[in-house]
């Protein structure tokens, strides 16, 4: 079971967050013309890395906001978690 | 190599079996090949015995960093089918059928695959219009399929639920009989023992840490072993994808999730066929040895832990015990979890890459092992051939880009979205 500190609500359990995916992926910029690798970037192309991972959850049985939690995918150690728009140093 | 038959086991008995054979050796690397498959599971040992067995080419090495077998064709549910709707994956995966009705007797080695049908239920009208327009399409690429009703779904199962209470009832169910199920292991090590003998290295405890690329050309691999080169290298490494990629700096349409397995405790035979949860994801089928197999979802964060947690297994086995009462009064023998590289549509890539001489094999998700003779078969023609075959053409990598996606499901990664 992961225990996740969201930052709305406090620690809660895994069973009351929905997994979001990659939070370090960026839809491009539309005042701009964006190219088609772009789109495939932004859409489908993951790194999926091992180690330390910047994801989006959201807390569906709860606060129902999105988050953003640092996470390590071979340990599943959980490191820090922040709100969705809060920058991440 | 020694053949495995009866007179030989008699002959061998009455030396108490101290004088057979080893299956396959344990080669040091040598310094040059004609291909390099990385990754030792049922996928690579297959494309190294395809590569050998059709194309005669046998200056192979099998690079794997654990033990052969040790990864998801170890991990599995051993469930073979080809019940899919889309031409690409259904005229693939009979063609794989083909391949594993023979397998015994190619390999000279017992994979007792059991072919007990399978069945997915339906739980409403639409459901039964689905799998109707599903099992139509199978037909129609001469995969067999039968629509059951209620009744003839409990005249076969009849320990499912079919109590009037229920939140799912059960309406029919799609079945392909010719579907079952197969002793994982003895995949792995029956193309194992053929690749060998036929002369290509299988090369264990051996870790890829780099690639030798010059001029958009792969020249070799660097590995824990040391340096060897290679005109062409084959990646079948499943969960680990995305590392190696990372190494070759390229980003994939793949995310290492985690999926989780059980057995319970052995019990007389109950099920004979293998059957799935038409409104979940569930499926269960019962082992030769009487433990219940069952699985379901993936735990549905990226992960490369190789175990899951409680809570998917949970809310697994809970629609197990929905859809077959009984299961609750089973004890739990193990449970355990594979790294699954998903793709994003849910179907595999076997595709050349932008590197000349590099090339791939992934993006199995939920339905590796089924696939194991044909993705062996279908990449040993693309290495070998330096061009995708008809079978595998739907498998591109370049699909995301250019539309062409084959959405079996619509799934994927995003288990939320089912």
């Known amino acids: ?89 | 190599m020694q053949k495995y038959s009866i007179f030989n086991l008699v002959k061998n008995a009455f030396s108490n079996h101290q004088n057979w054979d080893l299956a396959w050796k344990d080669p040091t690397p040598k310094e040059e090949y004609d291909v390099v498959i990385i990754g030792g599971g049922g996928h690579g040992l297959a494309t190294a015995y395809y590569l050998a067995k059709e194309h005669n080419i046998t200056k192979v090495a099998i690079i794997e960093k654990g033990w052969i077998g040790g990864g998801n064709v170890g991990r599995n549910t051993t469930i073979i089918r080809s019940n899919y709707m889309h031409d690409e994956n259904g005229l693939f995966s009979e063609f794989g059928m083909d391949l594993w009705r023979k397998m015994s007797q190619d390999l000279n080695y017992n994979v007792m695959f059991s072919p007990r049908g399978i069945i997915n239920l339906a739980h409403s009208d639409a459901q039964m219009n689905a799998y109707a327009r599903r099992g139509n399409s199978m037909r129609l690429n001469g995969i067999d399929a039968v629509l059951l009703n209620r009744e003839q779904v409990k005249e076969i199962i009849p320990m499912a639920d079919f109590s009037d209470n229920v939140r799912f009832p059960i309406f029919g169910g799609l079945m392909q009989p010719s579907a079952g199920t197969a002793r994982h292991d003895a995949v792995a090590w029956g193309y194992a023992r053929q690749a060998d003998s036929m002369g290509v290295d299988i090369i264990q405890n051996c870790e890829v840490i780099g690639f030798d690329v010059s001029a958009g050309k792969i020249n070799g691999i660097r590995t824990s072993r040391g340096n060897i080169k290679a005109k062409k290298v084959g990646l079948c490494v499943a969960g680990s994808t995305n590392i190696l990629a990372e190494k070759l700096n390229m980003t994939l349409p793949i995310e290492t999730h985690l999926l989780q397995a059980c057995v319970s405790e052995p019990i007389k035979p109950v099920l004979d066929n293998v059957v799935t949860f038409g409104a979940g994801h569930f499926y269960v089928s019962q082992s030769d040895k009487g433990e219940m197999v069952m699985g379901g979802d993936l735990d549905g964060y990226n992960s490369y832990a190789q175990r899951g947690n409680l809570p998917t297994l949970q809310h697994v086995l809970t629609e197990g015990i929905a859809m077959m009462p009984f299961l609750s009064k089973l004890k739990m023998l193990r449970t355990w979890g594979g790294i699954m590289d998903m793709s994003m549509d849910g179907s595999p890539i076997i595709d050349k890459t932008h590197i000349e001489g590099l090339y791939l094999n992934c993006g199995w998700c939920y339905g590796g092992f089924k696939a194991t003779p044909a993705s062996g078969w279908t990449f040993a023609h693309t290495i070998a051939q330096d061009r995708v075959h008809e079978l595998n053409a739907g498998y591109s990598l370049n699909r995301f880009s250019t539309g062409h996606l084959i959405d079996e499901k619509g799934l994927g990664t995003k288990t939320w979205i089912s």
């Not at chain 1, 079971?1 to 995916?21: A, D, T, V, W």
């Not at chain 1, 964006?34 to 959201?58: A, I, P, T």
């Open chain 1, 1 to 89: 079971m992961l225990y996740i500190n969201c930052p709305h609500c406090g620690m809660r359990s895994q069973n009351e967050f929905s997994y979001g995916g990659d939070a370090s992926v960026k839809r491009p910029e539309l005042n701009k013309e964006v190219s088609d690798q772009e789109w495939d970037n932004f859409v489908y192309n993951r790194k999926s890395l091992r180690g330390k991972h910047l994801e989006l959850w959201q807390h569906i049985s709860g606060c129902r906001q999105w988050i953003k939690i640092e996470r390590d995918t071979a340990t599943h150690e959980i490191f820090r978690t922040f709100k969705a728009d809060e920058e991440v140093a």
